[in-house]
């Protein structure tokens, strides 16, 4: 089973930026989709990113297009998400997913899920 570990979070000011890690372990995670998402307080889990599993093929929210990028390393078996540009609105925990079909197609499967990673960003 598929253990991920989400880090690099943090307190920043409004345009600033940070990159999120999710470092996973007890499989690799080549074959599989990974996806950030993220809950601020009182409001339900939202998508925020994903990619295919060469790195090729990402898909954005609309709230964070133009100014996330979400990239993978499976040498390192890790996932990466750049936020640049940060706004309060970003405030939320940020969850790293995978899905536990290999070769997934079509929409996305979270299954596996980190612990999540506190951003908050500061008018």
């Known amino acids: 089973q598929v253990q991920l570990v989400e880090s690099g979070g943090g307190l920043v000011q409004a345009g600033d930026s940070l990159r999120l890690s999710c470092a996973a372990s007890?499989?690799?995670?080549?074959?599989?989709?990974m996806g950030w998402f993220r809950q601020a307080p009182g409001k339900e889990r939202e998508f925020v990113a994903q990619?295919?599993?060469?790195?090729?093929?990402?898909s954005y929210a609309d709230s964070v297009k133009g100014r996330f990028s979400i990239s993978r390393d499976n040498a390192k078996n890790t996932v990466y998400l750049q936020m640049n540009s940060l706004k309060p609105e970003d405030t939320a925990v940020y969850y790293c997913?995978?899905?536990?079909?290999?070769w997934g197609t079509g929409g996305f499967n979270p299954a596996s899920w980190g612990q999540g990673t506190q951003v908050t960003v500061s008018s």
């Open positions: 997913a995978t899905e536990t079909t290999r």
């Open positions: 007890g499989r690799t995670i080549s074959a599989y989709r």
């Open positions: 990619i295919g599993w060469s790195g090729v093929s990402t």
